[in-house]
């Protein structure tokens, strides 16, 4: 079964008025629930909490928040203020609020019109991310095929990057889903997550669900993994890519990177250029988002396994520097990150460049 049951995020339009129906991330896969957001302090809440998560999908859930205080009415200059700061590091948070934004303002700012465009490129953006993730999975698959001419594929993936994050099937996992679709990926390594296990909870079940391969790992395990030569490709997403190339990912990326280097592995990033962050100069200028010591020190909320009033040091992402990223695949072609140019050029393209899934990597 190709397909979440239920999307991971829908607008719908009840007669109480207007809403944003989440699929509750915090509770899978023991179920699959929504939430209903009929407001911005909602909606802000069920980020913060990881109700919605993963770069692509907060953008689009950022762009229908402000359609969402938009045509009810609310302070949307206030509202879009409130959710580009609901989470530090993922840039395309603040993208999707900035674009419908500035779409409800150039529509005059007030009343229905301006409210209709605000959800007219909430629309768009979610629409785009789709077509972006189909076109990153087919890059990405040649990429793959490039490097790996042997085929049969193992694959080392990190957190949580499929349908769940996405309008289609998202970053990272919609390349392992184009190797497994293809009949090339003879195994998906899940990196568990800690201390949140998106890649135990979220990832395994997409992968469930899609009838790969598959099998869940400590975090900790994947150095004996690599020794093993049992992982031919580490692919994962980004949150924020700094415009020297730097990649900010979920924590415990890093330590992978420098295996994948050691052990002569490539390490591959997937990711949407509204991703990439020109402003943002190197790796060390990134914002990383901690956490409360609670997601370390508990088990599961409420359920303590560290003595009572242990410190936690607790950030959600790390920074991976460029040299030891092989490839950046973005839904305009495949960049490698070294070459600062390359980030630029990218970014630069004009949409019609956009129709191309190549995969050679673009010259700056
Ligand atoms: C989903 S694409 C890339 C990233 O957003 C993803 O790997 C990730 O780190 C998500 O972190 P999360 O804290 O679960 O929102």
């Not at 402003?279 to 009572?308: F, K, L, N």
Request: glycine share 10%.
């Amino acid at each position: 079964m190709a397909d979440l049951r239920l999307p991971a995020l829908r607008w719908a339009e009840p007669p109480e008025g207007p809403v944003l129906v989440l699929l509750d991330q915090t509770r899978l896969p023991a179920e699959e629930a929504e939430l209903v957001c009929t407001d911005v302090p909602g909606l802000v809440a069920a980020i913060q909490s990881l109700a919605v998560r993963g770069a692509p999908l907060l953008g689009i859930a950022g762009a229908y928040g402000v359609a969402l205080a938009a045509v009810r009415g609310y302070d949307v200059t206030e509202a879009a203020r409130q959710l580009a700061e609901a989470r530090p590091t993922a840039v395309n948070l603040a993208y999707g609020v900035g674009r419908a934004r500035d779409a409800y303002r150039s529509a005059g700012g007030d009343g229905a019109a301006a409210a209709r465009a605000a959800l007219a490129e909430a629309r768009a953006l979610h629409r785009e991310d789709a077509q972006g993730s189909e076109r990153m999975a087919g890059a990405g698959l040649g990429l793959l095929s490039e490097l790996l001419p042997g085929g049969g594929y193992r694959l080392l993936t990190h957190c949580n990057t499929g349908a769940l994050i996405s309008g289609a099937h998202g970053t990272a996992f919609a390349v392992v889903r184009a190797a497994h679709l293809a009949g090339e990926l003879r195994r998906l390594w899940v990196d568990e997550t800690r201390p949140l296990l998106q890649g135990a909870r979220l990832t395994a079940y997409e992968a469930a669900r899609e009838g790969m391969p598959y099998a869940v790992l400590p975090d900790a395990a994947a150095g004996s993994l690599f020794a093993a030569g049992e992982v031919d490709a580490v692919l994962i997403g980004a949150d924020r890519i700094a415009a020297d190339g730097s990649v900010a990912n979920k924590i415990g990326s890093y330590p992978l990177a420098v295996l994948a280097k050691h052990h002569g592995v490539p390490f591959i990033v997937v990711a949407p250029v509204s991703t990439v962050d020109l402003a943002t100069r190197d790796g060390a200028a990134i914002q990383i988002e901690h956490r409360p010591g609670q997601e370390v020190t508990e088990v599961r909320p409420g359920v303590p396994v560290a003595p009572v009033g242990a410190q936690a040091y607790n950030p959600a992402f790390d920074v991976t520097p460029p040299e030891l990223v092989t490839a950046i695949v973005t839904e305009r072609g495949v960049v490698a990150p070294v070459d600062h140019g390359n980030l630029t050029n990218v970014c630069s393209e004009t949409r019609s460049s956009e129709s191309g899934t190549g995969s050679g990597m673009m010259k700056a």
